[in-house]
């Protein structure tokens, strides 16, 4: 029931060839990488492989599952076979992932990526580096490095659409603005076109900044200006004829004990007004020493300022795929994590077997999210839970993840 139930829902779609020549949200073209990573999976998951995948061997329902039994059968397709199907190799779960990994270059881009794929992150800055970096790894040539089932694919466009998909549309609002109860404003009143009272603001204003001008050269040009300029006019002192009778005896009187060596009893301030007190005489200006002035002592060169380098970031894993792997044999494994090096290097450790006759033959650091190694297992391996981890130059280990090796 359920079999026949999928069929009539995928006899309603059409073929991926007719499907990308139609316009697509970006939303679709994701949704669709998802669901055609999961029909590979399904695939392989039945002990199945595929002789040839290409854009018209794929069935695309309405609701964008994908149905690959057409590939079962047909020809090879430049620019979707691996590069060992063209050389004469036999089909493999390792050729089905590159020929998906086309077909997903291909949906989100919206053309054939052809025999020699440029790599997604450059023709399509806008995608996450690491949906982009997984399609790629599709798309290597040495079937060793590809991922060995493409489950963290879905995963990593399934996520991109939520990031992509835009609030649900909103019904089409009225064009009228919408009423108010508030009483309309009265309108405001138009200013005066007179500009007389501007031109009287603006003469009593530059006549105020003249004023203020001149009493503030005068201030500040000294006794000399004030020469140059002329005469001030006495100030009016109130009249007092006995203080001003007496000035003169007053002055005499302080000036014949000084001829005669004694000290002078100073008059009375009361007696003496301020306007008639003799000016101060002007202290004389030093003449300008013939001691050569010492040349200036440099100042010591600023101290070089230390340069602060930010602490590297801790490498923490958080995913292995696969979980388990079988001896004998190769086998190729995703490392995933944040903050990852190229610097580090893979170590296999032992939980409860020691880690026997598991050898790391190459690793590859694709990016701070990503590290795939390549690890050879002989008939020695004892099957058991292993853990595998990172270790930088100073022997600092990461957080271990759990490999079970089974027979």
């Keep these: 029931m359920t079999r026949s139930r999928g069929a009539a829902s995928l006899a309603s779609g059409m073929r991926l060839d007719a499907w990308l020549k139609q316009p697509h949200s970006p939303a679709e073209r994701l949704r669709l990488v998802e669901r055609l990573a999961q029909a590979l999976n399904g695939v392989h998951d039945r002990g199945e492989t595929l002789a040839s995948i290409a854009p018209e061997r794929v069935e695309v329902a309405s609701d964008l599952r994908c149905d ?49 794929p440029k790599p997604l992150a450059e023709v399509a800055p806008e995608l996450p580096r690491e949906l982009a970096n997984s399609v790629m790894g599709c798309l290597e040539r040495s079937p060793e490095w590809r991922p060995k089932d493409l489950t963290y694919l879905a995963q990593l466009a399934a996520a991109q659409q939520k990031a992509t998909r835009g609030p649900e549309p909103q019904a089409e609002r009225a064009k009228t603005p919408p009423r108010s109860n508030a009483m309309p404003r009265t309108p405001p009143r138009r200013a005066s076109r007179s500009h007389l009272p501007l031109f009287i603001a603006a003469v009593f204003l530059i006549a105020a900044a003249a004023s203020s001008y001149l009493w503030l050269h005068r201030q500040d040009s000294g006794p000399g200006v004030a020469a140059k300029a002329g005469p001030l006019p006495p100030p009016v002192a109130p009249p007092q004829p006995e203080t001003v009778a007496t000035a003169a005896p007053v002055a005499a009187a302080a000036l014949a004990p000084a001829a005669a ?16 007190e003799p000016a101060p005489s002007p202290t004389p200006m030093p003449l300008p020493s013939s001691t050569p002035t010492p040349a200036p002592v440099p100042a010591p060169p600023p101290e070089p300022r230390a340069t602060i380098v930010a602490p590297i970031e801790p490498a923490a894993l958080t995913a292995l795929s696969p979980l388990s792997v079988r001896r004998p044999g190769k086998v190729l494994l995703d490392i995933r994590g944040a903050g990852l090096r190229s610097d580090q290097r893979v170590r296999i450790l032992p939980l409860k077997e020691v880690p026997r006759g598991i050898t790391v033959v190459r690793q590859k650091w694709t990016s701070p999210n990503l590290v795939t190694v390549l690890l050879d297992l002989d008939g020695s391996v004892t099957p058991a839970a292993y853990a595998i981890a990172l270790e930088d130059a100073a022997g600092g280990l990461t957080n271990p993840l759990q490999l079970t090796v089974r027979k």
Excluded: F, H, N
Aim: one cysteine or more; proline letters at 17%.
């Design 68 to 116: 690959l039994s057409p590939a079962v059968r047909g020809r090879l397709e430049p620019g979707y076979a691996a590069p060992e199907r063209l050389e004469g190799g036999p089909p493999s779960t390792a050729a089905d992932i590159y020929a998906v990994g086309a077909l997903c270059w291909e949906i989100l881009m919206g053309r054939p990526c052809g025999e020699g």
């Design 261 to 276: 060596g004694l000290k002078p009893t100073p008059p009375p301030t009361a007696s003496v007004p301020a306007a008639l």
